[in-house]
């Protein structure tokens, strides 16, 4: 049996090409995904030290940064050599043609002390004393900057001025990589920019020979039990963690995608051992005849499977590494910062065979036992193949019934706004289609074959009969298409209709003409002011907010406040000026508050001047409770809390003022400020949807291999149909039928399997969308389903096309044995 075993994989290897390729793919994904994050787990792990090489302790900040007058009292303490403050940050930098550098840029404090310098320094030096920067290598030479030059470098409390560069330094693939600029600057200048009072961490090196246990008990004392110590061990182990986290979370994240490939590719290959096993119906029972128990013809297929899993996963790792290295090349083009190189360990290797092995053997199970039950007798008739058989009643009735509790689950996901109903719903649908789809697929098959029918009339008909002969065959190769194009088709309907709730929220919410936004902080003290002083602009309004005895005190503007209110209870909100607020209607029922009431607010009278109601929808639980807010005019608020800042500011221009002047005019004031950004509306609504328009190609770009998979099933199906209607094809050939004609049939019947899988799949991706939008809206969100015609049509047609594509080889194969040789073959 071992000795046919192996003969009938080198036999039927080329019916088994396409399956193989399902395996090779889906281990390729697994396997390259894992070699990536090894990569990226390598590379971090090396750098995670690169600022503590010489740091044997640090002290931590905790609810509040650490002055620097401690700084001072940890470098008394007997035994220490060394101690610096340093701090993390962002700032801005002002480039060589006077506008900002693009990009979240990283501020850090530089120790002056060599004995805590730990950089790879590019060139020149590191600062050791204030008014001096350097900056990291790359954003150095993108800018044409060279050491002597000044760069002006702003953040949150003044406007940008000129720093001395003495220095470039290599921060790529540490934890200080976030791909945009990099600054450092010494301690003091660092606070400043930062606008910060304390250094978030002390690093301390120590003297020789000096005990480190001791020693760190020595500053414990000095800093107080507040302030956490940490010794060289713990703050490398901390700093491998933080470096690796990020590859750790998205390695899990392609490894979502990739059970998905590899779901679909156990699709494939079950179909596939369904069909070859039953073209071998004769030779299994001329096996029985002679003497080989079921056992032996069950263990014989399995050992097929084995072997052909096993090959093609080792295929599979050498596609991954390629696929990995694509991934490393790609990324770091993308602007996303990736440090690594290829890492492929014992593990990784044995892990993926073992599971492309798996996955063979598992999805050719059922198919091998179901063949094991041939009986002897068989071998004496001429039937080559066994007839299809129905799906089985219980399993239609399951089927039925796990589908509508999809359904039921997807439509009542918004009514109890619970996500996890909707990600059971779409499994449960899933499920159901996969159950129910020997009735269903058949079904839609010949709903769809009606119009081709009436296009090419016998051709179409001789499709539509190919197609449904075999329910389960059908079935199998239209679910496996379910998965992908469900997935994609979700994500395109989510996408689509979250960008229309956050384009209809910034026009509802924000009705003006520019918007200036902090980049990764708030704006910058001085600039509002500055802004609001210019004669050109005539509203100048920043988002401001601060919780005071459980309510939210929020700047307003006169001018703007009317655009966020639904209702007016009581009052005029015309009526807000300085001393007047507008009271919201719950906060108002809640404290007996009425239009003319004196309220006391954070240790301030003011009188109501309308009590108004809004609806402002919140994903995330607010710091009060819903409605407990009080709208009061920017002047009182900055009276209150003149420290207190926001990350956007609205700004209009000033009556007869064009847009183009007053755009002139802020971006004037902006050149001074590099940590803010101005843009107008249409350029907000594309900053707000473009991570959403970037995380679908990307997770569109995973899901297509599943796509692919599916439709080599496609194609797999259609090459092993071929062989088994060798002698059918021959006939119709023979009594007339064309040689267009037989590609003709094979692609139709290629098309209604595809059409029918995508059809289910886009349904089934709606479905889940609307569910999903409909939480949000129930949640708190102005989310409506908005579907994208468009896309959704691209998904249609590339399956379509790529459905057509498949029918091409076998076709060529169906054609290439002439018709007298077809007529004898078995």
């Known amino acids: 049996m071992l000795r046919l075993t192996l003969r009938q994989v080198r036999s039927d290897g080329l019916r088994l090409l396409l399956s193989t390729l399902a395996v090779v793919l889906g281990v390729a994904f697994v396997a390259g995904t894992l070699i990536f994050t090894d990569g990226i787990r390598a590379g971090a792990e090396e750098r995670a030290g690169a600022f503590d090489r010489h740091t044997d302790l640090a002290a931590y900040a905790g609810s509040t940064p650490l002055p620097p007058a401690l700084v001072d009292r940890v470098r008394a303490v007997d035994g220490v050599a060394a101690a610096e403050g340093e701090l993390i940050g962002t700032a801005g930098v002002v480039g060589a043609d006077g506008r900002p550098v693009l990009g979240y840029a990283v501020l850090a404090a530089v120790p002056t002390d060599p004995a805590l310098r730990s950089y790879d320094v590019v060139a020149g030096r590191l600062p050791a004393r204030p008014g001096e920067l350097v900056l990291d290598a790359p954003t150095a030479a993108a800018q044409g900057f060279g050491l002597g030059d000044p760069v002006r470098v702003g953040g949150a409390t003044a ?14 693939g540490s934890t200080r990589d976030v791909g945009g600029p990099y600054l450092g600057l010494v301690g003091a200048d660092a606070l400043r920019v930062a606008g910060v009072a304390g250094y978030d961490r002390i690093m301390v090196a120590a003297g020789p020979g000096v005990d480190r246990q001791a020693l760190a008990e020595r500053v414990r004392a000095v800093v107080g039990p507040g302030v956490p110590v940490k010794d060289r061990r713990v703050i490398l182990d901390e700093a491998v963690e933080d470096a690796v986290r990020d590859g750790r979370q998205f390695g899990l994240f392609l490894l979502t995608f990739a059970a998905v490939a590899v779901v679909v590719a156990g699709f ?13 119906a004769r030779r299994t029972a001329l096996l029985r005849l002679v003497g080989a128990t079921r056992g032996q013809v069950f263990r014989a297929a399995l050992g097929e499977a084995a072997l052909t899993g096993l090959l093609a996963s080792a295929v599979g790792v050498l596609a991954g590494v390629g696929l990995a290295a694509g991934l490393g090349a790609l990324l770091p083009a993308l602007d996303v910062p990736v440090a690594g190189t290829l890492t492929v360990t014992a593990g990784t290797v044995l892990l993926c065979l073992g599971l492309g092995t798996a996955l063979t053997v598992l999805a050719a199970a059922l198919p091998a036992w179901q063949g094991s039950r041939i009986a002897p007798v068989a071998a004496l008739t001429d039937a080559a193949v066994r007839p299809a058989r129905p799906a089985g009643r219980l399993r239609l009735a399951a089927g039925a019934l796990v589908l509508a509790g999809g359904v039921a689950a997807l439509a009542g996901a918004g009514a109890a706004a619970q996500v996890p109903l909707v990600a059971l719903g779409g499994v449960l649908a899933f499920l159901g289609v996969v159950l129910f789809g020997p009735v269903l697929v058949p079904a839609l098959v ?42 994609v088709s979700a994500f395109v309907v989510g996408a689509g209709s979250a960008k229309a709730g956050i384009e209809a929220a910034v026009d509802r919410e924000l009705g003006v003409d520019f918007l200036v936004t902090g980049i990764g902080v708030d704006l910058p003290a001085p600039l509002v002011d500055e802004l609001a002083a210019r004669p050109e602009l005539g509203v100048v309004h920043e988002q401001r907010s601060r919780v005071v005895d459980g309510i939210e005190l929020r700047a307003a503007h006169p001018a703007l406040v009317r655009r966020t209110l639904t209702a007016v209870d009581a009052g005029d909100p015309a009526g807000l000026a300085p001393g007047s607020v507008l009271v919201h209607r719950e906060l108002a029922a809640a404290r007996g508050w009425r239009v003319g009431s004196t309220v006391t607010l954070a240790g301030h009278p003011f009188r109501v001047a309308a009590v108004v109601a809004a609806q402002e929808p919140a994903l995330a639980a607010g710091p009060v409770p819903a409605g407990h807010e009080v709208d009061l005019v920017d002047a009182d608020f900055g009276r209150l809390f003149p420290a207190e800042r926001g990350h956007l500011a609205e700004v209009e221009p000033a009556e007869g003022v064009s847009p183009a002047a007053a755009r002139t005019v802020l971006e004037a004031v902006l050149a001074d400020y590099p940590t803010a950004n101005l843009l107008d509306q249409a350029a907000y609504k594309r900053m707000l949807t473009g991570t959403v328009d970037l995380v679908l190609a990307f997770v569109t770009a995973l899901l297509g291999l599943a796509v692919v998979i599916s439709l080599v099933g496609v194609a797999n199906t259609l090459s092993l149909s071929v062989v088994e209607r060798t002698r059918e094809n021959a006939v119709l050939r023979a009594v007339g039928l064309t040689r267009g004609g037989m590609r003709a049939v094979l692609a139709v019947e290629a098309l209604l399997t595809a059409l029918v899988g995508t059809v289910l799949g886009v349904a089934l991706g709606i479905g889940v969308a609307a569910a999903a939008m409909a939480v ?20 249609v047609a590339v399956a379509v096309g790529a459905a057509l594509a498949a029918s091409v080889l076998p076709a060529r194969r169906a054609l290439s044995r002439p018709v007298v040789a077809a007529l004898g073959g078995e």
């Open 446 to 487: 010949r709903l769809f074959g009606r119009p081709a029918r009436r296009l090419f009339g016998v051709t179409a008909a001789l499709a539509v009969a190919n197609a449904v002969r075999n329910p389960r065959r059908v079935a199998a190769t239209a679910t496996a298409m379910v998965i992908g194009i469900g997935l």
């Open 268 to 280: 494939v290959i079950a179909n596939t051992f369904a069909i070859v096993l039953a073209q071998r």
């Open 159 to 172: 406007a940008a001025r000129p720093y001395t560069l003495v220095g470039t330094v290599d921060v790529a």
């Open 776 to 795: 949000l809206a129930r949640i708190g969100g102005d989310f409506t389903l908005v579907l994208p015609w468009g896309r959704l049509g691209l998904v």
